[in-house]
């Protein structure tokens, strides 16, 4: 749907190149000032509610494309489709059926029945919804601009409140466009309407005013009413007043609200009316009004005091006969805070702290505040806090058990009071360290084994041979000590661990003593038996050696014993 813009046209008798200039910079200058381009931008007109004249109109304004409608209107409710919420409680939605006939109505509240299903309850409408459902209903969010005509320009409002004066030109006045289905137009200072009985429709809003340079100038402005294929022909609104009455309606629409109501004052010219829940007041003197609303407190609970608080508390507007105003309020609690707090454990373990839906992780001697709503919760905390630790080599765990925890079992909370819970933990807790068999309890940490303790001295004595060459023995003197060692040599004990030394006994030589009775072996001279040689019987050789016996007849080299005789 295309945004509405404020068409301007500029009337002069006067045809000169300055005059030119002149006139344009005097409809920029309109344009500017009439602040209508910013806030219908990316919006588009739908309708014009009934009671508009010369000097005022309220404009029905869109910038959606609009939530299909599937399903009949209950009196005070109605289905569209969307992916998100459509609505919001307090705000204006515009229905507009298949046959251009629309209604004006003030949402009461927007709730999802199915995927893609929302029911939005209207409020304010007596008798309800009295537009007929068609196929092809549309449902706009909207919102309603007053143009109103005073004294020294044009003033603008939206639901009521003002925007500030918009234009200042002389003699401004509004007038009704009307067209044909062949576009044929009727410019009338009279409203008749969305629709004439001979077929013409609203097509813009006309704006004219007498420029204050020179009073044969007059500038127009046109406000487009509907577009492309949105075409409103007939229009009512829920709970309008008769502009003749002097009198407005206002829908007050509180929600969410306060348990047992809140507490509201609308006011205005010699009317004050107090009240506690959503509600349309028809009978509020046009001009200037005021609601305030106020804390309520309430006790939900022995020791809890809610104060449940309105947004806004003050809404300032102007209640104007023709154009219904919608002003959403809510009620919501006050919140207090809660402080957690943790003491006795490491900075560096994690204790949680509850109360109720509320909770704290936190290392010890440290809090940490908590918006919380009015209400009495359980508190609890971590039973336990449990820290890794290694050196030495060794790790080890240390575990803190809750001590106390401070309210208990549970806290109260009040709007803006502090409440504080508590938790103090105590510990570590020991573990047991052994030395073989004998144990004691000791804090976790890390433990080096005992020293190694002498147990006895004792000798032995061995003997050996003498090195090669020699003759005796070597007396071996040795002198042990006995030792009892442990292992492992450090280890790690943890809060309800057992860490083990295991004892061991080990011989060391002290020293050692020889005594040698060794000799070296003395070399003894070769005796060699004799030896015995057969004799020789050689036939006596005859007498070549000059006589028998006698001579060296024998061995050349002779014998190294003396001869033996033959006893032949």
């Keep these: 749907m295309a945004g509405t813009g404020v068409l301007l046209l500029n009337r002069t008798t006067q045809t000169s190149a300055q005059e030119r200039r002149l006139a344009q910079a005097q409809e920029r200058a309109y344009k500017a000032v009439t602040g209508l381009d910013q806030e219908l931008a990316g919006k588009s007109v739908l309708a014009v509610l009934p009671g508009a004249s010369a000097t005022q109109a309220a404009l029905v304004a869109t910038g959606h494309q609009g939530y299909v409608v599937p399903d009949r209107f209950a009196s005070d409710r109605f289905t569209v489709l969307a992916d998100a919420t459509p609505l919001s409680s307090g705000s204006q939605v515009f229905l507009l059926n298949g046959g251009g006939q629309g209604m004006l109505l003030t949402v009461l509240s927007v709730s999802q029945v199915s995927a893609g299903r929302w029911q939005v309850q209207v409020t304010g409408c007596q008798g309800g919804i009295t537009l007929p459902w068609t196929p092809g209903t549309l449902a706009y969010p909207a919102e309603v601009y007053v143009l109103q005509v005073a004294s020294g320009g044009l003033d603008l409002y939206r639901n009521g409140q003002a925007l500030g004066r918009v234009a200042t030109p002389q003699g401004f006045g509004v007038s009704f466009v009307y067209r044909d289905r062949f576009g044929n137009e009727q410019v009338s200072s009279q409203y008749s309407g969305m629709g004439t009985p001979d077929g013409f429709t609203l097509a813009a809003l006309g704006l004219t005013a007498t420029g204050g340079v020179q009073e044969n100038r007059t500038l127009t402005g046109r406000i487009p009413v509907g577009s492309g294929w949105v075409r409103v022909r007939e229009i009512r609104a829920c709970g309008q007043a008769s502009q003749n009455s002097g009198l407005a309606t206002v829908t007050v629409v509180v929600n969410p609200n306060a348990p047992g109501g809140g507490d509201l004052t609308l006011s205005g010219n010699n009317y004050t009316v107090n009240f506690t829940a959503t509600r349309t007041f028809q009978d509020v003197p046009a001009g200037n009004i005021r609601l305030e609303a106020r804390e309520v407190v309430r006790n939900p609970e022995q020791g809890v005091t809610a104060i449940w608080a309105p947004s806004p508390a003050l809404w300032t507007g102007r209640a104007i006969t023709f154009a219904p105003i919608s002003i959403q309020v809510g009620y919501s609690l006050v919140p207090g805070e809660l402080v957690f707090s943790v003491s006795g454990s490491p900075q560096d373990g ?219």
Excluded: H, K
């Design 350 to 568: 994690r204790a949680t702290v509850s109360a109720g839906p509320y909770s704290a992780t936190l290392g010890g001697g440290s809090s940490q505040n908590v918006s919380a709503l009015p209400g009495r919760y359980t508190t609890s905390a971590s039973p336990e806090v449990s820290v890794s630790r290694s050196g030495n080599g060794v790790s080890w765990t240390e575990i803190y058990t809750l001590r106390s925890l401070s309210p208990s079992p549970t806290v109260a909370v009040s709007s803006r009071q502090t409440s504080r819970v508590s938790a103090a933990y105590s510990g570590p807790l020991p573990g047991t360290l052994c030395q073989d068999a004998s144990c004691r309890q000791v804090p976790p940490g890390a433990y080096t084994a005992p020293a190694d303790q002498p147990l006895n001295r004792y000798t032995t004595t061995r003997t050996e041979s003498c090195p090669a060459g020699y003759t005796g023995s070597v007396t071996i003197t040795e002198t042990w000590e006995r030792w009892r060692v442990w292992s492992p040599s450090v280890l790690g004990v943890s809060s309800r661990g057992t860490g083990s030394f295991f004892s061991s006994t080990e011989d060391r030589l002290v020293s050692e003593t020889r005594s040698e009775n060794c000799t070296p072996v003395t070399e003894q001279p070769t005796s060699n038996p004799p030896t015995t040689e057969q004799p020789t019987s050689n036939p006596p050789t005859s007498g070549n050696n000059g006589g028998g016996g006698g001579g060296s007849g024998g061995d050349p080299g002779g014998m190294p014993y003396p001869p033996v005789i033959s006893p032949w």
